[in-house]
């Protein structure tokens, strides 16, 4: 196939893909809403002795680092039987679902620094309805980004002071029950995987040419047998063999959370709450799935602040299904720190790990940090310590 056949492919791809986009959201209904904001978080047990007042799209809730309760409620159309149905939830800011159960359920978060097409504001809650179901929700929300809040690089120093260290204005831009395209959801994420497969693979390569000739043909099956049909043609491109000299890649999902970064440590707390809950909603969705997080602080925040949710991650852990990862307490700086401070780290991370878990941690996880002291082979062989994993080095000289 010449590089002109190749393009033409790839352009037929990327805009099934782009018109896919706009049939998984098909119907929608509103949400009926209220909701009240605080300067600092308020409790899940507290939140009824808020002062709530309407709101609906399209409003301002919140400015820099507000905390916002929402209560929405909503009924699920009878003529949507059989249906998938899900929630469209987009606050311009980061948001914790829960249930009536108390317990979180999931994480949500307005934009990617990774891609800025994407917003992950979808939240599943029947994959085929009866048709009629009344929904509520009550959401706890964040005036703030997924890496803190837009900060000019050099500011005015006459404009509004609070401004400096970065702003940041809220609305309401997504409050929908939906009708949720289901087979339509499943062919973008299959054909956006085999497309950035094809565009990573070299030019002229066979199973390049294959992928791309491979998905030009299941896409002739659209227009009269549907996603479906498409999904189905698709299956062997999947299991097309590598060369033979390629490594075998095993992946475990991981989130990186900072204890201590762009935003403070409040919110740290509730970004455990967020990342963990979605999580978990994966390891139950997805029976062959696989999470990791590092950081005995982030765990014992969990355990003091979302205790239903951490019974889950203990159960997930005795599953297989959750990785304890790290060693240390938290991902320390070892530059400035001390050999005593760093020996500390192992002895409460490990121990925690232990007494919590049942897990020894054999691994030093500490991916993000700018150095590592002389001392660190000696301290992690005497920690029990037997392997070492960082990222950082690559972005040294």
């Not at 919140?62 to 469209?88: E, Y």
């Not at 989130?255 to 740290?268: F, G, K, S």
């Not at 925040?301 to 959750?322: C, E, H, M, Q, S």
Request: charged fraction near 20%; include cysteine; glycine fraction near 8%.
């Amino acid at each position: 196939m010449s590089h002109f056949y190749a393009d033409v492919h790839t352009a037929r791809i990327q805009e099934v893909i782009r018109r896919l986009v706009k049939e998984i959201l098909t119907e929608h209904v509103s949400f009926e809403a209220t909701f009240a904001v605080t300067p600092e978080p308020v409790p899940y047990a507290e939140r009824q002795k808020l002062a709530y007042r309407p709101i609906a799209e399209g409003a301002h809730w919140g400015s820099t680092w507000d905390c916002g309760w929402f209560h929405i409620k909503s009924r699920v159309p009878v003529d949507w039987k059989g249906a998938a149905v899900v929630a469209q939830l987009d606050f311009a800011g980061e948001t914790l679902v829960y249930d009536a159960s108390r317990m979180p359920v999931a994480g949500l978060t307005s934009g990617s620094v990774f891609d800025l097409h994407y917003s992950k504001d979808i939240l599943h809650l029947y994959p085929c309805c009866a048709g009629g179901e009344s929904v509520e929700l009550w959401l706890e929300t964040g005036s703030n980004g997924l890496f803190g809040v837009n900060r000019p690089l050099d500011p005015a120093w006459e404009e509004d002071p609070s401004k400096h260290h970065g702003h940041q204005s809220s609305a309401v831009m997504r409050m929908r029950l939906c009708r949720f395209n289901t087979d339509a959801w499943h062919l973008w994420l299959d054909l956006g995987v085999l497309i950035n497969l094809a565009e990573l693979l070299k030019d002229g390569t066979a199973r390049k040419l294959q992928i791309l000739r491979g998905c030009s043909k299941a896409l002739d099956l659209l227009p009269t047998r549907g996603p479906s049909a498409v999904r189905e043609a698709l299956k062997p491109l999947f299991s097309l063999p590598t060369d033979p000299a390629t490594v075998d890649v095993y992946g475990v999902g991981h989130a990186h959370i900072d204890t201590a970064w762009l935003w403070p440590v409040r919110e740290t707390i509730r970004k455990c709450g967020r990342t963990f809950s979605s999580q978990i909603a994966n390891i139950e969705r997805y029976p062959g799935y696989v999470f990791g997080a590092s950081q005995a602080q982030l765990y014992a925040f969990t355990k003091d602040n979302y205790p239903l949710l951490y019974a889950k991650i203990k159960k997930a852990v005795k599953a297989g299904r959750w990785e304890i990862q790290g060693g240390m307490w938290v991902e320390g700086d070892c530059d400035l720190t001390g050999g005593e401070a760093l020996v500390r780290q192992f002895i409460h991370g490990k121990n925690f790990c232990r007494d919590e878990f049942g897990v020894d941690v054999k691994g030093c996880w500490i991916p993000d940090v700018f150095g590592y002291a002389a001392t660190m082979p000696q301290i992690l062989n005497r920690s029990g310590i037997e392997w070492f994993l960082t990222q950082k080095i690559s972005w040294n000289q």
